[in-house]
């Protein structure tokens, strides 16, 4: 299967995230986005998969009174720019290469 690629031979994805942080006291969510410009959609999950220790900031209050217990994201989409210049969702395919990129950069591979 085949991405489409930019002038430059590039393929971009973009990670949609819901993200959480659970204080004692408040929760907040907000929605993330990572985009990845690589040679191929695989590479993209790749270096995406290797984030899996995310930058949680986004979603932390400095200012919060109480105790933040624990941050949290979960995939919501992947996308990748189209030769319109516009984001399409990825088949499912991608979803499932990714899963098993995050799985052995975490060190869970079978």
Known sequence: MELPKDENGKVTL???WESESF??????ECDLEDQY???TWEECCDVAADCYDWDDED????EAESELHETSRSLTRI???D???EWTDCPKE????YEKAEAKAQGFDE
Do not use: C, T
């Not at 204080?23 to 907040?28: C, F, R």
């Not at 979603?59 to 400095?62: E, G």
């Not at 991608?94 to 290469?97: C, F, H, L, R, T």
């Open 23 to 28: 204080y004692e006291d408040e929760n907040l």
């Open 14 to 16: 973009q990670f949609e």
């Open 94 to 97: 991608v979803y499932a290469y």
């Open 59 to 62: 979603v932390i209050n400095f």
């Open 79 to 81: 996308v990748y720019l």
């Open 37 to 39: 410009e690589e040679d």
């Open 83 to 85: 030769l319109n210049q």
